[in-house]
């Protein structure tokens, strides 16, 4: 005798494959496998910040995949829901975890440091990874890649970012976190300007003006890249000069020595002057007698234009080299 049954309905159920950590702004593809009775759906559900659960995407029957940005950091939870006809959404089994890690530094945004000066900083992080490190990173070539610049002893503290021993860059950093070689986080970039002693060698482009030669004193000799072209006169001659929009440099540094001019018999008594003039700063000036070596400093302000003038007494003549701390070596001097 047969007796008839009633055909029992397969229980749903889903294998969803998330990642246990991913990073923060990144689409990662989600891998499942379900098996879902007619008629019914499953959905794969996200907990957001404010704490409500919202829909990422949708499981089909059988293996598939689907893709989950991840937009917050933290922990985020996931969860499958079962959606049958008539019914309210029930959660099927229990809730998916994923670490999205969190980094940041004090930095500033914008850096201007010496040549191998160490620049002070706290980080921290969380949910960093057992086995994950914290970076220092660089921006390198001309594809932007980053490459770790340091790694760090612990997932937060204090450090020093020793700036590159090349003037005329302008450095990115930032700190990361990274899980191998998988980046998990990042924070904020800061630039680094790194400043240096340029020469006026290098500074000044090659021009009629320019006579570099050697003064030979009585005791010294002495290197220079320019020279008062005076000496017939007192007045004040300008024998450089940096215009405003080229002017990338913090203190300029001039060395000089007064000589006699050939054929022209002048004071021994004298004194000369040289002074460094700017666009919105008083003058600054050394005088000193003549056949004697001496120097002035000056500090000068980026973006704003400087010379250099020199007095030459009646039968002297002005010889000057020097250097400009800058964050550039390219010639922005014009002689004369």
């Not at 002070?120 to 890649?145: D, K, N, R």
């Not at 302008?170 to 070689?181: E, K, T």
């Not at 056949?291 to 000057?320: E, K, R």
């Amino acid at each position: 005798m047969l007796i008839p049954t009633q055909a029992l309905a397969a229980k749903p159920s889903a294998s969803v494959h998330l990642p246990a950590y991913a990073r923060q702004g990144s689409t990662v593809v989600v891998k499942y496998k379900t098996r879902v009775p007619r008629g019914d759906t499953l959905k794969l559900e996200m907990r957001t910040p404010q704490k409500q659960w919202e829909v990422c995407g949708g499981l089909a029957q059988g293996s598939g995949k689907t893709r989950v940005r991840f937009t917050a950091s933290g922990v985020i939870r996931f969860r499958v829901v079962e959606v049958r006809r008539h019914h309210r959404p029930e959660a099927l089994g229990g809730v998916i975890t994923v670490n999205v890690p969190t980094v940041f530094w004090n930095l500033p945004s914008s850096n201007d440091s010496a040549l191998g000066v160490s620049l002070p900083f706290g980080y921290g992080s969380a949910l960093v990874p057992s086995g994950g490190t914290v970076v220092v990173q660089e921006q390198q070539g001309t594809g932007h890649v980053w490459n770790t610049y340091a790694t760090m002893t612990g997932t937060s503290g204090n450090a020093g970012l020793t700036s590159p021993q090349q003037i005329g860059q302008n450095y990115a950093f930032r700190v990361a976190v990274l899980d191998g070689s998988t980046l998990l986080a990042t924070s904020a970039v800061s630039d680094v300007n790194v400043f240096g002693r340029v020469p006026f060698s290098t500074l000044t482009a090659p021009s009629y003006w320019v006579n570099p030669g050697t003064y030979n004193g009585p005791t010294f000799t002495f290197p220079f890249e320019f020279q008062s072209g005076g000496g017939t006169t007192s007045a004040p001659k300008t024998v450089l000069s940096v215009a405003t929009a080229d002017n990338d440099c913090t203190i300029v540094h001039v060395d000089y020595v007064v000589g006699p001019l050939p054929g022209v018999s002048g004071d021994p008594n004298a004194t000369e002057t040289v002074s460094v003039i700017q666009q919105s700063a008083n003058p600054v000036s050394s005088t000193t007698p003549v056949a004697q070596q001496s120097s002035v400093d000056a500090t000068v302000i980026p973006g704003q234009s400087w010379a250099v003038n020199a007095a030459s007494a009646v039968g002297w003549n002005v010889y000057l080299n020097g250097y400009a701390i800058c964050d550039s070596t390219q010639p922005i001097i014009t002689a004369g």
